[in-house]
């Protein structure tokens, strides 16, 4: 299944890129987002910087096919690594549920969107590879992360402001 989500920032792409590779704003989402558990790391290489986001997150109200494949709870990884270049701000994105059969893969763009501020873009695939009830749990998990990433840049609307950016 195709996603797409955008975020818009009221920030040029550095400064919203600065954000996202910032520990504490991620730290900030997770709390937003009411994660059971979470951790962050963040790590720079040149002009290359990762993030990685382990979380679990509770299944209340997920219709009850999903949380027979995926328990009461749910372990997320958010995988981006991120790098600037003369074609912009672009990372590959990937969300895992580890040990099951479910993803979404792509990649997040930071669009100059040329007056000062930027567009966030995710894309990609989510997938998952259960007999039957693969489409229907594809629909969920889109839903799951366009909520998600809705609250990530509530977060980041907030975080700018607060910070001047």
Not at 78 to 93: L, S, T
Not at 121 to 138: A, M
């Amino acid at each position: 299944m195709r996603f797409r989500h955008v975020n818009s920032y009221a920030a040029s792409p550095s400064v919203v890129h600065a954000m996202l590779v910032t520990p504490e704003f991620r730290e900030e989402v997770c709390t937003y987002q009411r994660a059971l558990e979470h951790s962050v790391d963040v790590t720079a290489d040149g002009d290359t910087t990762t993030v990685v986001i382990r979380q679990s997150q509770a299944m209340d109200g997920a219709p009850a096919a999903a949380r027979k494949v995926v328990g009461s709870s749910v372990e997320i990884v958010q995988r981006e690594v991120w790098r600037g270049g003369a074609k912009g701000v672009r990372a590959e994105f990937a969300m895992e549920i580890p040990g099951k059969p479910g993803h979404l893969k792509g990649e997040a763009t930071l669009v100059d969107k040329g007056d000062g501020t930027c567009d966030e873009v995710f894309s990609g695939e989510v997938k998952v590879n259960v007999p039957l009830i693969g489409g229907k749990l594809e629909g969920f998990i889109a839903d799951i992360l366009t909520r998600a990433l809705r609250r990530e840049g509530r977060v980041g609307e907030k975080w700018l402001e607060r910070t001047g950016g």
